[in-house]
């Protein structure tokens, strides 16, 4: 199965190409990077100062109609839920859309500090995480599986960097 890697006013070429390469090894799938016009500014909630990442999904369904396979969304910018007060990422259970927000995972935005590794490994791992919820899969207990739940950046850090054999395999199921 495809995914769809569509960055949305990310400029790191590097860190693109390092999620695109890591998603086809780990699916062992084609990983096309693709756009779609979204205007993110419509999503924008001026009292919270974030973008509602339920409604950016809503509105990319019909824009990725076009589209075969899984939808990974990556923006730059920080997201919110009602309930929540910042997310990482969302996704469409057993759904096509997903979206993960590269803003909250930067060390510099804990530390004010940069670092690269750490950062891209964080992304990774939300993307992981994300696409794991479009194949159906739910928060794992294990804190070795990168379905593991994140409420905060020290929980992304901590969770492992795979699926855990259970969740490789209910993905596997869904491949084929």
Request: proline share 1%; charged share 25%.
């Amino acid at each position: 199965m495809r995914i769809n890697l569509i960055p949305i006013q990310i400029r790191n070429n590097s860190l693109i190409d390092y999620i695109k390469k890591n998603l086809e090894l780990v699916f062992n799938s084609e990983v096309l990077i693709d756009n779609i016009e979204l205007d993110l500014k419509k999503y924008f909630n001026e009292s919270r100062n974030q973008y509602y990442s339920t409604e950016i999904i809503a509105s990319s369904i019909s824009l990725s109609d076009k589209l075969n396979g899984k939808v990974l969304l990556l923006v730059d910018v920080d997201l919110f839920v009602p309930v929540f007060t910042y997310l990482f990422g969302e996704a469409q259970l057993d759904g096509k859309i997903s979206i993960v927000s590269t803003f909250r995972l930067y060390e510099e935005f804990y530390t004010g500090r940069t670092n690269d590794k750490l950062f891209y490994k964080r992304v990774l791992k939300e993307a992981l995480h994300e696409l794991g919820h479009n194949f159906g899969l739910i928060h794992c207990e294990s804190w070795n599986c990168v379905m593991h739940a994140s409420a905060g950046i020290e929980e992304v850090d901590v969770k492992g960097e795979n699926f855990c054999g259970k969740c490789k395999s209910v993905i596997t199921g869904k491949m084929i």
